[in-house]
């Protein structure tokens, strides 16, 4: 759709998507048109390594809630390889999966800002910045260029900015409005609502089981 590389670029966009909100569908529209990406690859992780210890909704709710979600998008496509593989869901063994499968295309990560803080301690950074380009969602006083990803052993990677509006929506705060009653109505999409509506999802507080 760009025209501009003939080698296909992709959007490689991962999260937990618990559930998929419109937070996420600009960052990906955003991210899309920016870096002139031919498509956008939704990944729900199976387990996320930044949230061990917190239980999500099953991966197969997930996973329709983000194709409602999409569903419609030309450019936006759901990938659902991390759900069958055990263990905590590591970008760069996604990355890697993506690269065998296709040697050609052109791969940006997109992270949120927040993430940037702390790349350097997630598992083999240096080999996801080479599977990659880094595209970093940057909301309004973002600097992510003001802040240390933590790498000790060099310089951190580079990385492309991707300036969004600020929609200070996450899946934290619609799980806390669906369980307090409140609507969600426009801040996810209709059909991921429904499906939130019939699943019961979200009335109790299921991340902290200790609790
Ligand atoms: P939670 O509150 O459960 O952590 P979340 O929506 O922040 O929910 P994920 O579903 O894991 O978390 O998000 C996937 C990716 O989308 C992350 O990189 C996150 O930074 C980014 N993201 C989430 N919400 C927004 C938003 N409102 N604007 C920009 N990026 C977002």
């Not at 329709?64 to 590591?90: C, K, N, Q, T, W």
């Not at 949120?112 to 803080?117: E, L, S």
């Not at 109505?185 to 507080?205: D, G, K, M, T």
């Amino acid at each position: 759709m760009s025209g501009s590389s003939d080698r296909g670029r992709t959007g490689v966009f991962g999260g937990t998507f618990d559930p998929p909100h419109l937070g996420h569908l600009v960052a990906a529209q955003e991210a899309a048109e920016v870096l002139s990406l031919d498509r956008v690859l939704f990944i729900p992780a199976r387990q996320s390594p930044h949230r061990m210890d917190e239980e999500a909704s099953p991966a197969s709710l997930r996973l329709s809630m983000v194709r409602a979600a999409i569903a419609g998008h030309d450019r936006f496509e759901v990938e659902d390889l991390e759900l069958g593989r055990e263990g905590p869901s590591y970008s760069v063994d996604t990355l890697e999966e993506l690269a065998r499968r296709d040697e050609s295309s052109e791969r940006y990560l997109i992270l949120g800002a927040d993430q940037w803080a702390r790349f350097g301690s997630w598992h083999r950074p240096r080999e996801v910045a080479r599977l990659a380009r880094l595209a970093l969602l940057t909301r309004e006083g973002d600097r992510p260029s003001a802040m240390d990803p933590g790498f000790e052993d060099g310089p951190a990677p580079e990385f492309v900015e991707v300036p969004m509006t600020r929609l200070d929506i996450s899946g934290t705060l619609i799980r806390a409005r669906v369980r307090g009653r409140r609507s969600i109505r426009f801040l996810v999409p209709e059909a991921v609502c429904r499906i939130i509506e019939v699943e019961n999802l979200y009335l109790r507080e299921i991340r902290s089981p200790g609790e």
